[in-house]
């Protein structure tokens, strides 16, 4: 069974459009994040969610909301995409908030055309 | 001055040979350190992680910690090709932000036959 499942592995679509991206975790664990990484590979946090909680909002646009229904999913909702938005996503999970280690999916990869 | 920086790469070792990866970061009152492996395509995967100062051994994995430097090294031993991929530094912030990781550009590593 995959820890931390991320829907779907691949997504093309055009500027304008909106999409979402779904992340499950089966590991039990309380805290949930969304990472992007660009095409240099650096990783940056987007969100975290505790316990259906946002606790972290880095400096995200506004066309970027998270929403998690329960502490096993957090789903990302992208408004109006843009080009610069053309990544892989990545959802991670952790026992709870605090300096522990992060499990990750599989990755998201959007392309925008 | 970037928050989390690695020794620039590509690093190439032979294999056998001990690869070793650094990684400084500023922010002086960090936690936790973590080492991740991300093979080309793939997800980051956790491979060590330190939260004293010293040494702390795992396999062929030994990452290093010096809070007074502000600095975190990773050396693999034996370096096998199956190593080839980039590694990732990442540093849990102090304070109120414990939770959250920020992650250096990344070490590629060739280990070549």
């Known amino acids: 069974d995959t820890a931390v499942s991320q829907t779907p592995k691949y997504l093309v679509t055009q500027m304008g459009n909106d999409k979402s991206i779904k992340c499950e975790q089966n590991?039990?664990?309380?805290?949930m994040y969304w990472y992007k990484q660009d095409s240099k590979k650096f990783l940056k946090i987007m969100f975290s969610y505790n316990n259906k909680e946002l606790i972290i909002n880095e400096t995200v646009p506004n066309r970027f909301s998270p929403k998690s229904p329960d502490k096993a999913h957090l789903n990302l909702h992208i408004n109006s995409l843009e080009l610069g938005d053309s990544a892989v996503y990545f959802c991670?999970?952790?026992?709870?908030?605090?300096?522990?280690?992060?499990?990750f999916g599989d990755g998201t990869r959007l392309s925008i055309l | 001055q970037k928050e989390v920086e690695q020794n620039s790469g590509p690093l190439s070792v032979p294999e056998g040979a001990i690869a070793s990866l650094n990684c400084t970061y500023s922010d002086r009152g960090s936690q936790s350190f973590f080492w991740y492996r991300q093979y080309s395509g793939k997800s980051p995967e956790l491979i060590m992680f330190i939260y004293s100062n010293g040494d702390k051994e795992d396999g062929r994995f030994t990452a290093q910690l010096n809070k007074a430097s502000q600095y975190v090294s990773l050396l693999i031993r034996d370096s096998q090709p199956s190593d080839s991929a980039t590694y990732l530094c990442a540093v849990s912030a102090g304070g109120t932000s414990y939770g959250k990781l920020t992650f250096g550009q990344g070490t590629i590593l060739t280990v070549h036959p």
């Open positions: 991670a999970s952790s026992q709870d908030f605090g300096p522990q280690p992060q499990h």
């Open positions: 590991l039990g664990h309380d805290t």
